[in-house]
DNA sequence: TATCAGTACTTGTGATCACAATACCGTCCC
DNA sequence: GGGACGGTATTGTGATCACAAGTACTGATA
């Protein structure tokens, strides 16, 4: 504290725990689809895998589990969610509500910076070129969304929200590789321009109207997504019956 | 399985782990405010008192932490949460959204034996005795909230309110005992008669209506509260300055 | 008397061990 | 050939230990 502004020569330096180091590796493993919905994840295996012992293991799996980012499987051991259309269906209900006040919220109160920090991310979804990875456009439509939510000023519901992503994130991506990318950055274009626009002309009910229907066509094409192939799910649904 | 139905004598035992009791005990323990708003919990303590050893309430603490209901330090202590006017404030906004959402559901949906379990803990709730222990008072109001959101029939956003009112309690035991039982009594009972009213007619907006001004009634309590206490709050917030 | 160094103690983190429950897999018998 | 049985490996839970970082108390000194 005693030292002048200009002296950012030690500032402090990071002092994260390895469970914590482990737990933001596990979850960047999660929503870029490195395990599959349905796998089961084990202490030691990670732990080895990791190079760490199992105490920073379990605690970060217990971490992603009281999240419901992770699923308790009677045997105490978790594994990746495989969501029924059902509970897909109850997490984007529940991000629309969410989500979609956030939006409202932001056409009230957006300044400058944050409008250019939406367009910004905007743009970035955009030039996402068309055979990108899936892992990319779901990480740029993120960044669209959060660019908005943030700029709603309420930390405590933006809590609430992130796991929530999370938890979608998974079959999400599965979704992506399964319909294609292209298909999907269609759709949410047209979703994206209208929440922009709404956002920009300060028309809070116009902003949320179009971040509900983005929302919508997601959970609807994974309802489509799951009639599909409901006889791949079946065998993943229940590995314990 | 094979067990027939009148066979009711050997039922599956209770399998919870050591960890899930110490975790629902702390929890109870921060509802019922054993635990003042500001102190600080230390594992081996704990430990002691609840004659384990130290692994199930490290988890315990920690779970408890990631649902936000106890705050971390920078010494990675974790402590009861001393939720300034701001923060009380944003978790009532995001109570307000997803509450009145769930009462307007429950105007909707609830069917009648639901709306007989809300209308049971309502008459609960009137009938405790004035000159009640605040943690009896506390407990009526939420079997009375719960019993509308659960005919809501979305579990997904009943497993997001949860939290918001364990994080709640601790401050909101302490208004309690500050202003005096009867008179948080008396301002909820009018509330609660509306939005009963408005779900037994089955009328979504009053209820929410009804749902939302009752919060937002302990919201406003509690800012005044803060003011009126500000010098007490100055001391238990910064407790590492 | 106020300040500072030094020490003893407290506290959370991480590793390792012990154990019970479960899952897996080969074998044997029908 | 198929299903029941039994042994082995795996897995999560809980206890204990080791350690580094921090806190508080103590005593000496200016």
Chains 1, 2 share one sequence.
Request: glycine share 2%; with cysteine.
């Amino acid at each position: 504290m005693e030292l002048k502004p200009h002296t950012h020569s030690l500032q402090p330096i990071a002092r994260d725990t390895l469970q914590e180091r482990v737990y933001l590796r596990i979850r960047q493993a999660l929503i870029h689809s490195e395990f599959k919905p349905g796998q089961v994840l084990t202490i030691r295996e990670l732990a080895q895998k990791l190079g760490t012992s199992i105490m920073p293991v379990r605690e970060a799996l217990q971490k992603l589990t009281v999240e419901r980012v992770l699923e308790l499987l009677p045997t105490r051991s978790v594994r990746v969610p495989v969501l029924s259309a059902e509970e897909f269906a109850e997490i984007c209900e529940a991000r629309m509500l969410l989500e979609g006040h956030m939006a409202r919220l932001a056409a009230e109160r957006a300044d400058a910076a944050e409008l250019e920090r939406i367009e910004e991310a905007s743009r970035a979804f955009l030039s996402a070129k068309v055979p990108s990875p899936p892992t990319v456009i779901q990480q740029r439509n993120r960044e669209f969304h959060f660019a908005i939510y943030e700029a709603a000023h309420q930390p405590t519901m933006l809590e609430l929200i992130e796991p929530l992503w999370v938890r979608c994130g998974p079959c999400t991506v599965a979704l992506f590789v399964d319909l294609g990318v292209e298909k999907i950055k269609r759709g949410a274009t047209t979703h994206h321009q209208q929440a922009l626009d709404a956002i920009r002309a300060h028309r809070p009910a116009a902003a949320e109207e179009a971040i509900i229907a983005d929302i919508r066509a997601t959970s609807e094409r994974y309802q489509k997504y799951r009639r599909e192939h409901a006889e791949f799910f079946a065998s993943a649904r229940h590995p314990l019956a």
